[in-house]
Each structure stands twice: as C-alpha cells, then as structure tokens.
C-alpha cells in the first residue's frame, strides 16, 4: 500500500486526515474538576460507556494513547478497546495488529458524524463523539457528557456462555428513541498485547497495547424487540483472548446503544 491511494481512498469521502489529532472547531468542551470525579460517577452506574481507541504501531503520537488505556481499561463503568488501523503502514513498519476492518470502521464513524475527521490516535465514545487519544481531560469530559445521556436512549444488553455456546440477550427498547435496526457485535479480546517495534516512527520502542480486538463477528439484527442470539464459543474463544465484548450498535457507524464485557473462560 502506497502513500498515494491511501490519501486518494479517504478522502473521496473524509475532509481531513491527521495522525496527530489537530481538531479544528468542533463543540465546546466543558472541563470537570479532575478525573477521579468521573472515575466515582462511573462507579455507580451499571450502563457502561463504550469507548474504541484507534491507533497505530506506524504513528509516534499514539502511544500516550495506548498508556492511557490501561489506566481506561481499570476503570468502573468504562469498557475500553484498541483497534490498530492500517493505513499508515507505508511509512515503514506494517502493524502487526491492524486491520482493515478497524479503518473502514473509523472511516464509517467519521462519514455518520459528519466531520471527516480520521486520524490517530483516535478515541471514539458511545459512538457518539471522539477525542483525541493522549487528551486524558477531553476524553473524560466526553465520558461525562455520555453519563448525561438520559438511560432512555439504551438498551440493556447481556452476555453468558453455557457449554459450547455464548449467548447474548437484548431488551426491548424503547421505539420512540431507536427507530433503526442495529447490529449485535461480539469481539473477541486479547487483554494486553506487547510489541518491539523495529521500522517507522516507533523504531525501537517496546509498546504495549491494551484490550487488543481480535476479532469482531456480527451475529445478529435487533428491531427493537427483546431478543437472543447464540453462536459457538469456539467462534470467539481462542488462546489468544481471555474476554468477550457484546456490543449493540445502530448500523453504519451509528451510536452504541448497549455493550457488556465478559470473561471468555466463564
């Protein structure tokens, strides 16, 4: 892959590419206190908030990103996952972990909001907003403004396996919020994944990248009713991953609508 149609692919559809997080505009931010006050609000709560860091073993901006998700991963309330992007590979160093269906995915978040912006690293939240990566403050507060989100505009989801199977269970919403059918996701997690890095911007760094997705498997459309969906565990469960991830997501990009975490050998 060449400099050239990474730029030509993208920006057929996107305004703006940057690896370095330079936002222009956008929304005012309002600043909390500290980030323990969010790291308490969380606490409380049993809806937790989704947030996907994309990043690249191909760009020297992402890793603070990729140390703040451990801190991320540790915190109640939040589930956090890595998904490693491939279109900086040409610089010199091919990722190990990325992947091809993690661009498309920012790329599609990036066309639904509306502002083009795909760059590295990346947080994305709820499917609602983004933050730049290494930003601890401005992901916190957007973690908080998803707090505010009255519970209305989610569902609860459920995740459990029994013998060979996992099963995922979602309520029926509410019609008048969700008005889109929405995809049933579940990815497989490998907790904590270290990289020496030998070419490119992060020659001779040792990095480690945390909630690395392995793999993301559709299983199922939810139209606003309950519903179950079974798959075999051997599908998901690998010796790699030690967690499963259920997300419910409004199609193409849209907002994240329930997620659950589970340990895979339960």
């Not at 920006?11 to 600043?31: E, F, N, W």
């Not at 191909?58 to 998700?69: E, Q, Y």
């Not at 730049?132 to 403004?145: D, I, L, P, T, W």
Request: charged share 20%; hydrophobic share 40%.
């Amino acid at each position: 892959m060449n400099s050239s149609w990474v730029i030509s692919h993208y920006m057929d559809k996107l305004t703006h590419i940057s690896r370095r997080g330079v936002l222009a505009g956008g929304a005012a931010v309002t600043v909390v206190a500290a980030s323990g006050i969010a790291t308490s609000a969380l606490a409380a709560r049993e809806r937790p908030v989704f947030i996907e860091l994309f990043t690249s073993q191909g760009c020297s901006s992402c890793p603070p990103a990729d140390a703040f998700m451990e801190e991320l991963t540790k915190r109640p309330g939040i589930i956090a996952v890595s998904m490693n992007v491939d279109y900086w590979d040409y610089l010199g160093w091919r990722d190990t972990l990325g992947s091809a269906a993690f661009t498309r995915r920012q790329k599609e978040y990036a066309i639904r909001r509306g502002d083009g912006r795909v760059y590295t690293p990346q947080m994305v939240i709820n499917g609602r907003a983004h933050a730049v990566g290494s930003h601890k403050q401005e992901v916190m507060n957007e973690v908080e403004r998803q707090i505010a989100v009255p519970d209305n505009y989610f569902v609860p989801i459920g995740i459990s396996s029994k013998g060979g199977e996992l099963h995922v269970d979602v309520s029926g919403g509410p019609t008048d919020r969700i008005i889109q059918s929405s995809t049933v996701w579940v990815m497989s997690i490998e907790p904590k994944v270290s990289v020496a890095i030998r070419r490119g911007e992060n020659t001779g760094r040792n990095i480690d990248y945390y909630n690395v997705v392995r793999q993301m498997t559709p299983i199922g459309m939810w139209k606003g009713e309950a519903a179950s969906f079974n798959l075999p565990k051997a599908q998901i469960v690998n010796k790699q991953n030690s967690m499963c991830v259920a997300v419910l997501q409004v199609d193409d990009g849209g907002p994240i609508l329930g997620c659950v975490k589970m340990k895979a050998s339960a």
